[in-house]
């Protein structure tokens, strides 16, 4: 299957610095890229979806300017969480959407932050 | 009323068993369904994806969907402890995934 990544895949920062992850599909093209939140056994929680060279859309409630993402090519698309809080420790996971005629979407193995 | 139902579990069998593992959906406009599997603190990996209706198998899995009823399944065959994981089914029609809850699946030696 189609392969994604992302980087790094944990991070510890103090608070008021601001993180970057990044998160590439290696293999394939991605029309589309999306950004997730997971909290403990919880499910995935959209943030925001994004197209190559347009702004990001986010969803409900997501602060897009503490959540920044930058979509810049078809294979990286980064999420930079400024002034982080404690508050904003979470398990990050993007995902990347093939297109064609097997339309999907293949995660990253996620990204876990942890701000002191 | 959620989007997509699905029960949270934790869902234990022994090794060997046959899983079962289900989601309801109330969106009439789902064409694209999707079982994922997530182990702890890793990123969902896709099982089985399926456009409309039918029935899909690979290896030991086999996914379902009945849209006339508005319910997907993923049956596991041949259970085995590696198979222990969340398993999150997901759909959409034209705009982004919806995501059921994920199921706790713990299959025991």
């Known amino acids: 299957g189609a392969v994604v990544s992302q980087h790094p895949s944990w991070v510890i920062c103090k608070s008021g610095t601001s993180v970057k992850i990044e998160c590439r599909s290696l293999?394939?093209?991605?029309?589309?890229m999306f950004w997730y939140r997971q909290f403990p056994k919880q499910s995935l929680m959209l943030m925001a979806t994004?197209?190559?060279?347009?702004?990001?859309?986010?969803e409900q409630g997501v602060e897009k300017d503490k959540f920044l993402i930058n979509h810049a090519s078809l294979t990286l698309s980064t999420l930079t969480v400024t002034s982080a809080h404690p508050e904003d420790s979470s398990f990050y996971i993007c995902?990347?959407?093939?297109?064609?005629?097997?339309?999907?979407?293949?995660f990253g193995p996620g990204t876990r932050l942890t701000v002191l | 009323q959620k989007e997509v139902e699905q029960d949270p579990g934790p869902l234990s069998v022994p090794e060997g068993a046959i899983v079962s593992l289900n989601c309801t959906y109330s969106?009439?406009?789902?064409?694209?369904f999707m079982w994922y599997r997530q182990y702890s603190r890793k990123g969902p990996e896709l099982l089985m994806y399926?456009?409309?209706?039918g029935n899909k198998e690979d290896g030991r899995f086999t996914a379902q969907v009945d849209k006339s009823s508005k319910y997907i399944s993923l049956f596991i065959r041949d259970s085995q402890p590696s198979d222990s994981a969340t398993y999150l089914c997901?759909?959409?029609?034209?705009?982004?995934?919806?995501f059921g809850t994920g199921t706790r699946l713990l299959v025991s030696p």
């Open positions: 995902s990347a959407r093939s297109g064609g005629l097997a339309d999907t979407q293949y």
């Open positions: 997901a759909m959409r029609g034209f705009q982004k995934l919806v």
């Open positions: 969106n009439s406009a789902f064409q694209y």
């Open positions: 399926t456009y409309s209706s």
């Open positions: 293999d394939f093209q991605a029309t589309t």
């Open positions: 994004s197209n190559e060279g347009s702004k990001a859309t986010y």
